[in-house]
């Protein structure tokens, strides 16, 4: 019988959770000696994020098959409900995986020693400083049937990959637009075609194209399926998504490093986004937008899609609209973009309110002084089919 796991002969503290930004098929080839110690530096640093992608999948299938399920809350949510005396350590795999509290061996008993032991070794679990408990450094909420792995909380640091709310509201707003019957009958293909393409616009955990994927399983009835492109600047991001399409059992995915579609050479059917949209302070990546009171990612996008996209495409976009003075500054700003794509391609669009105030305590910030709400809406646009 397999013994329950201890952590206390652990002696090394955990690596950094995916920081590299470079793979070695990106570093050249050559005898050069700086190059060769270069590329085992990064070979050793990827053969790092590969444990600790292998590590996170294991674990959030052994998660699935315990019967785990999280919503995850706000982050002030977490904090209050953490604040509570009684939830000062966990007392099972939600609260260690969840909420994120510090945990004694036996709460890990539910799960296989071995992958506990993985899991410590590729730095997903930490030691506290008196070697009593173990925190995670990552949380796995549910979503679209499956698990996400996404940042620990507190998250503040910049690159932090971010889950909560927002993504369930995009969930909720794809499921809307993405009909199962109907999104399989518009991503079909005859035998010999190409594959129905979507593109996930600064993926984040992956969720909105893992989610479309399952809307669109058993859609396409060609010879290849359709596959889902997976686009972020951030790279620990990417290895998040990774890890979250394995979990999910998704094929025919790619992701790639980069703003926007810059990097994605193929036609594409369906661009999927939910861009930053607030001003925050610490700046931090899937939070921070720039232009007009953080609008700037998401006319990036709009206008690069609407280029983009394949004759009969679709753009669907859930993002934050500042509203100064009861005017909604990012549909003031979307309308020319819009004009121009329906005159240019015939695009016709639809813009409707998801959630008319989030965010109330962004208000305080001086960056927002001028705000009276932040509201959440959805666009979605299709392009004609050329006959």
Request: charged share 20%; glycine share 8%.
């Amino acid at each position: 019988m397999a013994q329950p796991f201890s952590f206390a002969a652990l002696e090394t503290p955990p690596a950094p959770l995916f920081t590299l930004r470079e793979t070695p098929d990106l570093i050249p080839h050559t005898t050069d000696t700086d190059t060769d110690i270069e590329l085992n530096e990064h070979s050793r640093a990827y053969a790092a994020n590969e444990r600790q992608i292998l590590a996170l999948v294991e674990l959030g299938r052994a998660l699935i098959d315990a019967g785990y399920e999280w919503i995850c809350p706000t982050p002030q949510t977490q904090a209050l409900v953490n604040g509570r005396f009684v939830n000062r350590k966990a007392h099972d795999l939600r609260g260690v995986f969840g909420w994120n509290r510090p945990a004694t061996p036996d709460v890990l008993d539910a799960l296989p020693p071995a992958l506990v032991q993985s899991l410590c070794e590729a730095g997903v679990l930490q030691l506290s400083i008196d070697r009593e408990t173990v925190r995670s450094r990552v949380r796995f909420s549910s979503f679209a049937g499956t698990l996400l792995a996404h940042a620990a909380w507190p998250t503040h640091d910049p690159e932090a990959v971010f889950f909560g709310p927002d993504t369930y509201r995009f969930g909720v707003f794809l499921e809307r637009e993405l009909g199962l019957a109907s999104a399989r009958q518009w991503a079909s293909r005859p035998m010999g075609a190409r594959p129905f393409t979507v593109a996930d616009v600064g993926c984040g955990t992956g969720a909105g194209g893992i989610l479309a994927a399952r809307l669109l399983e058993d859609g396409a009835t060609g010879e290849d399926p359709h596959r889902v492109i997976f686009t972020d600047p951030n790279a620990r991001s990417l290895r998040y998504t990774r890890c979250n399409a394995r979990i999910a059992g998704l094929d025919h995915t790619r992701c790639v490093q980069g703003q926007g579609l810059e990097a994605v050479d193929e036609p594409i059917d369906l661009v999927l986004a939910n861009p930053p949209g607030l001003m925050d302070p610490q700046h931090r990546g899937q939070r921070h937008g720039g232009g007009e009171l953080g609008t700037g990612p998401t006319l990036k996008v709009v206008d690069e899609a609407l280029q983009r996209l394949a004759p009969g495409g679709r753009l669907l976009l859930c993002a934050t609209a500042p509203v100064v003075d009861g005017m909604d500054v990012l549909w003031r700003a979307l309308q020319p973009l819009l004009a121009r794509a329906h005159a240019e391609r015939g695009a016709v669009h639809r813009y409707s309110l998801i959630d008319p105030d989030v965010a109330g305590a962004e208000l305080a910030q001086p960056e927002h002084a001028e705000v009276e709400r932040v509201a959440v809406m959805g666009l979605s646009v299709q392009l004609p089919v050329l006959r």
